[in-house]
């Protein structure tokens, strides 16, 4: 489960009861108990990745709050959106970023959690991140390795001889 734009404390608080819920089984409570329930309950509640995207500045600022949060599996950096947020659009390696990444990953060592990167699909930063502390990433969309496919075919078919 993904929930983006988690920023303030009242978007903490709301992730909390949520999160609970996805703790306490996640599965509806009416559902009357036995023990292959229980056991499938658990089995949910184990496979179940609760991702968080931090995308402005006020979030990487409550960074370790949200990291705080039990059942919160990773916090996700999306970069594109908090560079457009600080006024840097697409600035991926400026101080002020590879600061944000300190400080997520910092909070995410400190609580157990994974840190996440989403938006950096530069090797070379990708790589630079990664050794920071970075273990989730999100390396790309649908979109942009199906225009990379056919960008590739494209040229290829451009260097075919005719005969």
Known sequence: MVYPAISQNESIKKLQAVVMIHENKGLNDYIIESANL????????????????????????????IAAVPGIDVLLIGTNDLTTEMGIPGKLDTPEVVKAYETVIAA?????????MGGVYVPPLMEKYIGMGVRMILS??????????ARGRAA?????KLA
């Open 156 to 160: 290829f078919l451009r260097g075919v």
């Open 108 to 116: 995410c060592r400190k609580h157990g959690k994974w840190a996440g």
């Open 140 to 149: 790309g969309s649908d979109f942009s390795f199906l225009m990379e496919m």
């Open 38 to 65: 229980v056991a499938r309950k658990q089995a949910v509640n184990d496979a179940l990745l609760v991702v968080v995207m931090l995308e402005t500045p006020a979030a990487i600022a409550n960074a370790d709050a």
